[in-house]
């Protein structure tokens, strides 16, 4: 009898943990859209914002300046666009809204041999003769690149952007490799970034580009100087 009664009890327990479980799953939104896999919000920070907020002045819809601060009148914006393309009105900038606006941010990858190697070759083509910090923020600034949304969003992608990098362009960056190419690209892979976040770097003394120069300097290291 009490083997029948402890039988009936533990039923009784799993069908209540079952009720539990739906009734949560029941508050689960059904539609996987921007509201549940939001990425930029109101309160949000970044070069993300920035990148939304200049996207929607382009289309006339964000009539404020370009802080990166996702604030009500950025909202607002977004629900104009949303409301544009046919997207879920939620004024959320989620990944449906940010492929429509054509922002896309990619992943520092793994450290593997294949991205190692890869990193290294631009970073002995571009930096060698540096010292070794300023050739592991040379990688750190290509890494930042992959995650900043005006820049392609691979490693590969960033390193052969049209014009992006002369060393590809001029033959350097087909040169042997520096052996201390690998251990710089091996720590900005692995965090390592000198920069700070820059996604620019120039030497004053071989360039007279009137954009570069006009960027914000955070860093200089050996010849470079680094910049947002």
């Known amino acids: ?9 533990l039923r ?14 029941s508050t689960i939104p059904r539609q996987m859209g921007d509201d549940v896999a939001a990425i930029s919000q109101v309160g949000s920070r970044g070069a993300e914002v920035r990148a939304i907020q200049q996207r929607l002045k382009e289309r006339g819809l964000f009539k404020s300046d370009v802080t990166g601060y996702y604030g009500e009148i950025t909202r607002k914006a977004v629900l104009a666009f949303q409301k544009q393309k046919g997207i879920s009105q939620t004024g959320i900038a989620g990944p449906i809204t940010l492929k429509a606006l054509g922002i896309s941010i990619g992943t520092v990858p793994a450290a593997t041999q294949a991205n190692i190697s890869l990193l290294a070759r631009i970073i002995s083509a571009e930096a060698r003769g540096e010292p070794y910090v300023g050739q592991v923020a040379v990688g750190a600034v290509i890494l930042n690149r992959i995650e900043h949304p005006s820049f392609p969003d691979t490693l590969s992608g960033v390193i052969y952007q049209n014009g992006a990098f002369t060393a590809v362009t001029d033959g350097q960056f087909n040169q042997p490799v520096a052996s ?28 007279s580009n009137s954009f570069i120069r006009s960027r914000q300097v955070v860093t200089v290291i050996g010849s470079h100087r680094f910049c947002l």
């Open 1 to 9: 009898m009490k083997t029948r009664y402890k039988k009936v009890h």
């Open 12 to 25: 009784s327990a799993i069908l209540v943990a079952l009720a539990t479980v739906l009734a949560c799953l």
């Open 180 to 207: 201390s190419a690998y251990n710089a690209a091996r720590d900005a892979l692995n965090g390592w970034d000198p920069t700070s976040g820059c996604i620019y770097y120039y030497n004053p003394a071989k360039t």
